[in-house]
Every structure is written in structure tokens, then in C-alpha cells.
T-cell receptor
Framework: DAKTTQPNSMESNEEEPVHLPCNHS???????IHWYRQLPSQGPEYVIH???SNVNNRMASLAIAEDRKSSTLILHRATLRDAAVYYC???????????FGKGTRLSVIA | SQTIHQWPATLVQPVGSPLSLECTVE??????LYWYRQAAGRGLQLLFY??????ISSEVPQNLSASRPQDRQFILSSKKLLLSDSGFYLC?????????????FGDGTRLSIL
């Protein structure tokens, strides 16, 4: 049980921002929210993670709701190389394996 | 910097043959190590994970086994492969005990059973 809910698929135009939502309404206070993405025929790649505050890195931004029951991964300008399956994962402790759900398949249209 | 190596990249094996996939991590010590499998068109399924040498936790009972003979080496094995063992096998590592650090995945082994 991944304990997160994501839309099955989303579509974006190239160079437009993309907002990928994730619902984690049963999250505990110590759970981190991690995002990974999997490009075709490759292993998953770490994107970003956070606990309470919004986070930014070179790949994306993570906006976490004040009640922590949801979060949004933001790709500021989608490119064709961003087409992938994006996974939102709750991580409880450092020794806990990731539990992958079905993720959101992002298609980017040129 | 840390790197993870997985081999072979592709493998074609007959039903009933043995299997050995190897994964090694460089540039870190006492990592947590993981084996995942992804069947065609499906999500990632955790198979085994290890928090130390000789410590293996199995998530899914099946004809696969895992071993960790050295700190940074993780091996996935089978004595007799089944058709259902076909899939994309991924090894991953993470720093010990830190939930705010990501997992890093290898390039995977694509296994086809004939």
C-alpha cells in the first residue's frame, strides 16, 4: 500500500509549467514526502523531497500543503525529456524501503 | 562520489536455469541495499532489502533469494527460473538510517525467460 494517491496520467505542452498533485491524507508527522521519476527503460531517479516547508532544487519545486495532506510537484518549464512516470512516496524512516504506487504518467507535447 | 553498478544490462535465460545478478556500490559504507522488480507495464515491487552484511529481509515469498556477502555487494539469485520471473530488476542503495536522503537506483537488468 503506497498510501498516496496520484492521477494516472497528465499531459503538458512543452515549455509550460506542470503541477503534479499527490494526496497523502493519512501522513504522519515524521513522514517525509519524496518524489521520483522513471524515464522509459530506466531506473527511477530522485527528484526532490520535503517534510513541511516548500523545497526548490535544480530539477523542480515541491509545494507542501500546510496540513501536509497533499503536495504538488512543480516542473517550471516542461521539456520532452520530462516525459516520465512520476511517483510520490511517503518515507517514514531511513531504513524503510520505498513503496511505489502507480504514479502519474506525464506526457509532454511539442 | 557514490556510484552503483548493476550487471548484466540484459539477460536471456531458459526456464529452469539458475540466476545470479550482482550489484555493487562504491563511495559509501554500510549502505541500505534493495532489490526491486518491475514486470512489463507494471509498477515497481520490492523484493529484498538489507541493512547490513548477512541481514536480508524478504518482502515477497518466491523462488528468488538475496545475499549480502560484503558491505557493498548485493546479489539476487534463483536456483530455477520461472516464466513469471521475467522483468526489469533494479538494485538501489540509500544511506543508513536517514529518511531525508534519497534512494539511488542502478541502470537495471532486463531479464527475459524463454
Amino acid at each position: 500500500d503506497a498510501k498516496t494517491t496520484q492521477p494516472n496520467s497528465m499531459e503538458s505542452n512543452e515549455e509550460e509549467p506542470v503541477h503534479l498533485p499527490c494526496n497523502h491524507s493519512t501522513i504522519s508527522g515524521t513522514d517525509y514526502i519524496h518524489w521520483y521519476r522513471q524515464l522509459p527503460s530506466q531506473g527511477p531517479e530522485y527528484v526532490i523531497h520535503g517534510l513541511t516547508s516548500n523545497v526548490n532544487n535544480r530539477m523542480a519545486s515541491l509545494a507542501i500543503a500546510e496540513d501536509r495532506k497533499s503536495s504538488t510537484l512543480i516542473l517550471h518549464r516542461a521539456t520532452l525529456r520530462d516525459a516520465a512516470v512520476y511517483y510520490c512516496i511517503r518515507v517514514n524512516s531511513g531504513n524503510t524501503p520505498l513503496v511505489f504506487g502507480k504514479g502519474t504518467r506525464l506526457s509532454v507535447i511539442a | 562520489s557514490q556510484t552503483i553498478h548493476q550487471w548484466p544490462a540484459t539477460l536471456v535465460q531458459p526456464v529452469g536455469s539458475p540466476l545470479s545478478l550482482e550489484c555493487t556500490v562504491e563511495g559509501t559504507s554500510n549502505p541500505n541495499l534493495y532489490w526491486y522488480r518491475q514486470a512489463a507495464g507494471r509498477g515497481l515491487q520490492l523484493l529484498f532489502y538489507s541493512v547490513g552484511i548477512g541481514q536480508i529481509s524478504s518482502e515477497v515469498p518466491q523462488n528468488l533469494s538475496a545475499s549480502r556477502p560484503q558491505d557493498r555487494q548485493f546479489i539476487l539469485s534463483s536456483k530455477k527460473l520461472l516464466l513469471s520471473d521475467s522483468g526489469f530488476y533494479l538494485c538501489a542503495w540509500s544511506p543508513d538510517g536517514l529518511s531525508n536522503q534519497p534512494q539511488h537506483f542502478g541502470d537495471g537488468t532486463r531479464l527475459s525467460i524463454l
